[in-house]
């Protein structure tokens, strides 16, 4: 799914999302280029399009999982006893993306990585606004994940799927959402990541969505 036709049909009725082919992220250089695996590409190419040729905007970028099949691999070469490679390593850390992302384009402005369990969206946004709190006229949130290493499949608690999406957030104008949060045990439910349910919630329509992280109550609402 490319357009944003293709993803409001989506929202209208989800299905599992399947991989296709990589993002062509034509906005970056080559060189740069080759550096990011699936999932930077697709993050990569939804932060172009997002800020579509602006600057000096503070970066939030979040991902649950990051690059772990990159890291995966490296733990294996570790455990044969082969030598590691530099570049594999520095781009299987969470701030490689938003950092080749900065490096790209020369931006001198801020960039924040983030994991933060299932509630990984929920918390980009609160660092978002503190951003905005803190004078940002706008802040650039990007969320991506992808299907785990079959290794991990046992500790699953949804369908994960490969999806990147971005926001551009300002305080004021546009859309209003607001969120809030209350204390819960209540472990995640859905098949999907929260990533996904949170697409699904803003493209669907819908005035409210709730969900939990196994220690928190999220509400979304469109009622700010």
């Known amino acids: 799914m490319n357009t944003p ?13 399947v991989a296709g082919e990589e993002p062509g992220v034509k906005a970056m250089p080559a060189m740069l280029r080759r550096r990011a695996g699936f999932l930077g590409k697709m993050a990569l190419e939804v932060a172009y399009q997002c800020l579509d040729g602006r600057g000096d905007i503070p ?42 992302f900065t490096i790209a384009r020369g931006d001198r402005a801020n960039h924040i990585a983030l994991a933060s369990g299932a509630a990984t969206v929920e918390h980009a946004v609160i660092e978002a606004c503190g951003l905005l709190a803190d004078g940002a ?37 546009g859309e209003a959402l607001s969120l809030s949060w209350s204390a819960s045990d209540e472990a995640p439910a859905g098949d999907m ?32």
Do not use: K
């Not at 850390?93 to 938003?98: D, K, L, R, T, Y």
């Not at 006229?137 to 490969?162: H, K, N, Y």
């Not at 699904?200 to 999220?218: K, Q």
């Open 137 to 173: 006229p706008a802040v650039l949130l990007i969320a991506c994940d992808c299907p785990l290493p079959e290794v991990f499949a046992p500790f699953e608690d949804c369908e994960e799927q490969p999806f990147a999406w971005a926001w551009l957030v300002t305080a004021g104008g």
């Open 193 to 224: 990541p929260g990533g996904l349910q949170v697409a699904a919630f803003h493209l669907g329509g819908v005035r409210s969505m709730e969900r939990c992280d196994g220690r928190l109550r999220w509400r979304w609402s469109r009622e700010a």
């Open 59 to 100: 970066t939030v970028f979040c991902s649950r999982h990051g690059d772990v099949a990159r890291a995966v691999e490296l733990l294996s070469d570790l455990a044969r006893g082969e030598a590691l490679s530099p570049t594999a390593f520095g781009m299987a850390v969470h701030n490689a993306i938003p950092g080749l």
């Open 5 to 17: 036709e293709q993803w409001a049909a989506w929202a209208r009725a989800p299905r599992t999302i």
